[in-house]
C-alpha cells in the first residue's frame, strides 16, 4: 500500500495546522510549526489572493493528511457519504473517525495514527476478541478494541497510554488504561470531532 515517505512537519507547515503527525512531539517545543510559521517552500514576492478553488483545496488536503489517506481512499469515503441520509460532510468525518487506526489513537494505545496502523497492521490489536489487521476497518457501537494478551507489555503502547490521564479520551469512546482496552459506546456527533476544518467546502470541491 501507498504511504507518504516525506518529512511529516512540513505537511504541518503547509496546512498551518499541527495534525499530530508526531504523536507528543506536535505537543512539544521541538514542533516545527512552533519555530516556522510559515509555510515551507521559498515564499513568492508578492502573495496572491488564494482562490475559491485553492481554499476548498487546503481543507480538502488537511483533513487527508490528519487521517493519513490519499486522494483514492478519500474519494471512496466521500462516495459513501453522499449514499448516506444526512449532511454530506458531517457524515464523511464521522466515517474517517470509525477507521481502526483512528479509534485506536484516540484510545492513546498510539501516539500518532501512523503508529496506530503500525499497530493494526501487525496484528497487535483485537476487535470483539478478534484479529483486526486492517487499519480501515469499520468500528461500530458497542465493539471492543483491545490490545492482544501478548502485546500488553510493547514499550510504545505503554508510553502512549500515559497521555491517558494527561490529554484525555474523547466521549464517544470508554477506556480502560489498565487492560488496555475500550469501547466504542456511540457514534460521534460534529461538535464532537476536534477537527477545525470546513468540510461543506470538500463537499462543493467535490461537486464541480
Known amino acids: 500500500m501507498a504511504r507518504y515517505l516525506g518529512p511529516s512537519c512540513r505537511l504541518c507547515r503547509r496546512e498551518g495546522l499541527k495534525l499530530m503527525l508526531k504523536g507528543d512531539r506536535c505537543l512539544s517545543s521541538k514542533c516545527a510549526l512552533t519555530k516556522h510559521k510559515l509555510p515551507p517552500g521559498q515564499l513568492p514576492k508578492r502573495r496572491r489572493k488564494t482562490s475559491e478553488y485553492g481554499v476548498q483545496l487546503r481543507e480538502k488536503q488537511k483533513v487527508k493528511r ?6 483514492k ?18 457524515i464523511l468525518l464521522i466515517l474517517l473517525e470509525q477507521r481502526l487506526d483512528n479509534v485506536v489513537c484516540r484510545m492513546h494505545l498510539s501516539s500518532s495514527r501512523a503508529m496506530a496502523r503500525q499497530l493494526v497492521k501487525h496484528g497487535h490489536v483485537l476487535v470483539n476478541g478478534r484479529k483486526v489487521d486492517i487499519p480501515s476497518y469499520f468500528v461500530r457501537e ?4 483491545a490490545v492482544k494478551e501478548k502485546s ?8 502512549s497510554m500515559k497521555n491517558e490521564s494527561r490529554v484525555g479520551t474523547v466521549p464517544w469512546i470508554e477506556v480502560d488504561p ?10 460521534p456527533k460534529r461538535e464532537e470531532i476536534d477537527m477545525p476544518v470546513n468540510e461543506q467546502l470538500i463537499v462543493e470541491l467535490y461537486s464541480k
Do not use: H, S, V
Open 142 to 145: 458497542g465493539d471492543e478494541i
Open 73 to 90: 481512499q478519500f474519494k471512496r469515503y466521500f462516495e459513501i457519504a453522499t449514499r448516506r441520509k444526512g449532511i454530506t460532510g458531517e
Open 66 to 71: 490528519y487521517y493519513g489517506l490519499f486522494e
Open 152 to 159: 500488553k507489555k510493547l514499550i510504545p503502547i505503554l508510553e
Open 178 to 187: 489498565d487492560n488496555l482496552k475500550g469501547k466504542l459506546l456511540y457514534l
